[in-house]
């Protein structure tokens, strides 16, 4: 991510020295003021620092009264959707969302998400059509949450070699709606790796904490569409092939 001109003048902590409950707990009791605005989003999105006592960071508030009307999503629900995503990350232990939290904001509630500083000497074409095992977790993550909207430009890679994801707000339609820029992998088998998060993902679904958390945040129906996703995935041992029903890659793709 690149912030805005307006970057707040604090010193803030490196997200990749901070543990994820260090991360949420900041997220979720700090206060946020806000210091700018991303304007290429499409919807409302607020550059802002996040202070609790001696630690601060900087983060992406995503307020809900931002959000502008989706045909195809219930309107209101995409902060909800961003932070499901997050738990479906967090459950598959491969850390591809920042930690993101829903609370209550300058703007009212919505969408919280620690910043992510980027490696910028990193070609983002190359990294997108590379065979990247960090990249191809990402694939399996949003064959699962069923991602309308992959693009390039949400793959932030760190120097570290690990990469994140972010914009996952409209993700968990109970419809396929998978539309991504990470095909490489379509019709390969799963990684033995994804097949066992995958396996470990049904059973959290089923009857874990996971599948009670998202029905905390979305409808009965998408989490069972999850659910359905997961299955089929273990069911076929292989990356999805595109929909012939939808685009398979969203525009721009950057």
Not at 173 to 190: F, H, I, M, N, Y
């Amino acid at each position: 991510m690149t912030a805005p001109e307006s970057e707040p003048a604090v010193k803030h902590s490196q997200p990749q020295l901070m543990r994820d409950e260090e991360a949420l707990t900041l997220l979720r009791d700090g206060s946020i003021e806000v210091a700018g605005r991303l304007v290429e989003a499409t919807n409302m999105t607020l550059y802002c620092s996040v202070k609790l006592g001696a630690r601060s960071a900087a983060c992406v508030y995503k307020p809900v009264r931002g959000e502008r009307p989706l045909w195809d999503f219930p309107d209101g629900t995409l902060a909800a959707r961003e932070v499901a995503a997050f738990e479906v990350s967090q459950a598959t232990g491969w850390r591809i969302v920042p930690p993101t939290v829903y609370r209550e904001g300058p703007f009212g509630p919505g969408m919280c998400q620690l910043w992510i500083d980027t490696e910028r000497e990193i070609d983002l074409m190359r990294l997108v059509k590379s065979r990247n095992p960090v990249v191809r977790r990402m694939a399996v993550f949003d064959a699962v949450v069923n991602n309308a909207d992959r693009k390039g430009g949400h793959l932030l890679p760190l120097p570290t070699g690990h990469v994140y994801g972010v914009d996952h707000g409209v993700c968990f339609s109970a419809e396929d709606k998978l539309r991504t820029v990470l095909w490489q992998w379509r019709g390969k088998p799963l990684a033995r790796e994804a097949v066992a998060v995958l396996a470990k993902l049904e059973r959290d679904l089923e009857s874990g904490s996971l599948g009670r958390r998202l029905r905390e945040l979305l409808t009965l129906a998408e989490v069972e569409a999850t659910w359905q996703r997961v299955r089929r995935l273990l069911d076929t041992g292989v990356h999805p092939y595109p929909s012939e029903g939808w685009p398979a890659i969203p525009w721009p793709p950057i």
